[in-house]
């Protein structure tokens, strides 16, 4: 990084504190001595300062030599604590090595995410060309012109600190969006007015509020809560029970121009999903609850201009992690996928994590004979590098990562696009354009105009589990994967629970204060979504969207299945989208 460059960071961090030229000047000298960028530096400044006493916390002269000995100490203690886990590993017959490269990774990813940085990590596979790699002269390193992925530049570059929100922060966003919603129905049905559903009233009332249930047990008909917005409960979200009247519900009628709601067979219910009602509050014996007499669909996204067809016809595959069994660590599907995307020959190639999955076996019980950035780039950048040099040199590769990937930077959800070691993402031959895209999770991208949406958690996994679904009386059942990923365009969010089911913790870290990035904004509504789940395969088109769940590269100890997308840009609308489901 060039000193500019780490001035530049130091301004935007320290702020007045380095406009003295001694503490620039030392700060500078910091820097160059730890290998710190500007932005690191001040988060170990701030670490420090935290015990310092009075109320100045500033950075001045005379505590740079305090602060220069604190980070001398704490070089010295890492030093000797990794030796000691080393000598440690070895005592006791441990893959020391394996220790070593496991601890440092997970060490290093942890303070990154933290700090909301990408740290420089040391690898000893090379991504560089010479004269010995397949495919790296001139055939191979020949100027191409690519197929791009383009990330959308609302998320693409999503890196930030986490682990600093307050609870009334997530209360003031929770309560955002249910105003968010509250305007949307407003518009859509003409409605003058939402009423707080507290408050009794003799006549019908139109209410809108997030779904929340009153313990930790699944949510059932019986334990549904509405929280309303703190605009329309005097200040207060006062949570009350909502019954369905005893002759059903229906449907209320949509405007003039409004979506029909015939291919609606009921309503699904689930934690955090956003609802709107016209009813009136009642008593019965354990108090107060609102009576729904009629279920206001939520109004569809609306493009905020004309949807603009794509520009050539083109064919994707889609695969979605993980790549290697649990029985080992040899990534034999890759072998697979290069061998189905040698015969399809896509224009692009989108791949979704986990790459280097910290639930894996062997990687839970430290039993890594290389570390985890060595372990990605051998099993699954190098050889998508010596196919692209060797085969197709045009084909462009989108990565996005997953939550429990240890080649992340950011494990949490939403999680940042930047993955993997620094001569990985650099990489490109030697006469070509970079092959690679990194895209947020979730993540909106375009190829030739036509837009994608895509998470790899198993958003449609959860909300199986979490939905409560009331059937609409004499409605024909309907086809229940296509509700699951109807909720995803009406709840205008690729993960609409709130709170994550207990049971599935462990997969969504979710980060509600950062959530509104999770949305599906009106000016990118995507043409196709995927939704990789345990659950089965699947292709269809719901309410003029292509859904796509591509399953798993793995399916127990065998290769798993991949998602070729055709688009053809002669056609139109969901016709030009075709999507077969190859076994590899």
């Known amino acids: ?25 030392g700060c500078l000298s910091l820097c160059k001595t730890f290998n710190y960028s500007g932005e690191e530096l001040f988060f170990q400044w701030e ?23 604190h980070l001398q100490r704490n070089l010295q203690k890492g030093s000797t604590v990794n030796k000691k886990r080393a000598n440690d590993g070895a005592r006791m017959g441990a893959p020391g090595k394996a220790l070593a490269g496991r601890g440092s990774a997970l060490a290093t990813r942890m303070m990154a995410n933290a700090s909301g940085s990408a740290p420089r990590r040391d690898v000893t596979v090379k991504m560089e060309d010479s004269s010995s790699t397949p495919g790296a002269g001139p055939a191979g390193g020949a100027s191409t012109t690519r197929n791009r992925v383009v990330p959308l530049e609302r998320t693409n570059s999503l890196t930030y600190r986490y682990l600093q929100d307050k609870l009334l922060q997530k ?55 509405l929280e309303p917005s703190k605009a329309v409960g005097d200040g207060q979200a006062k949570r009350i029970p909502i019954r369905f009247a005893p002759t059903g519900f229906q449907f209320h009628d949509p405007p003039s121009q409004g979506t029909s709601t015939a291919a609606r067979a009921g309503i699904g219910l689930f934690p955090g999903a956003m609802a709107a009602f016209k009813g009136m509050t009642a008593h019965g014996q354990e108090g107060a609850f609102f009576m729904v007499k009629e279920v206001l669909p939520l109004p569809p996204l609306k493009p905020l201009k004309p949807k603009v067809p794509p520009t050539l016809s083109f064919t994707t595959v889609v695969v979605c992690g993980p790549y290697t069994y649990d029985s080992d660590l040899e990534y034999q599907p890759i072998a697979a996928l290069v061998k189905a995307v040698a015969q399809i020959k896509p224009q692009s190639l989108i791949l979704m994590g986990p790459f280097v999955d910290s639930n894996h076996p062997i990687i839970q019980k430290a039993e890594l004979e290389m570390t985890v950035d060595d372990l990605f780039l051998r099993k699954i950048a190098v050889p998508l590098r010596n196919y692209i040099l060797n085969q197709q040199p045009d084909l462009s590769v ?4 997953g939550v429990r990937d240890l080649v992340s930077f950011h494990n949490v959800y939403p999680q940042s696009s930047v993955m993997g070691p620094e001569n990985f993402r650099n990489w490109k031959p030697q006469q070509g354009t970079p092959p690679w895209s990194f895209l947020s999770n979730p993540g909106l991208f375009s190829i030739h105009g036509l ?20 059937p609409l009386a004499g409605a024909v059942q309907q086809d229940p994967m296509a509700g699951l990923c109807r909720h995803i365009l009406d709840q205008r969010s690729f993960y609409p629970i709130y709170p994550v089911p207990t049971d599935n913790s462990h997969e969504v870290n979710l980060d509600v204060s950062h959530s509104h990035l999770l949305s599906i904004p009106n000016d990118s509504i995507p043409d196709v979504v995927i939704l990789p789940s345990r659950l089965k395969e699947f292709s269809k088109i719901v309410d003029g969207t292509v859904f796509i769940n591509p399953s798993s590269a793995t399916k127990f100890n065998n290769p798993g299945m991949l998602a070729k997308i055709t688009v053809n840009a002669i056609l139109e609308g969901t016709e030009r989208i075709s999507v077969d489901l190859v076994k590899m």
């Open 47 to 69: 670490a420090y300062s935290f015990g310092l006493g009075g109320v100045d916390k500033r950075l001045s002269e005379e505590r740079l030599q305090p602060f220069r000995d």
């Open 451 to 470: 837009t994608f949406g895509a998470t790899s958690v198993d958003v449609l996994f959860h909300l199986r589990r979490q939905e409560v679904f009331k």
């Open 1 to 25: 990084m060039s000193e500019e460059e780490t001035k530049r960071l130091l301004r935007e961090n320290f702020r007045a504190a380095v406009d003295s030229p001694a503490v620039m000047n």
């Open 398 to 401: 989108a990565f996005m990562p």
């Open 171 to 225: 209360g003031e966003t929770l309560n955002r969006r249910i105003d968010e919603f509250g305007s949307y129905v407003k518009e859509y049905y003409g409605i003058d007015e939402l009423a707080d559903p507290n408050v009794a009233t003799e006549d019908d009332v139109y209410v809108v509020g997030r779904i929340c249930d009153d313990s930790e047990s699944k949510l059932t008909e019986s334990n549904i809560l």
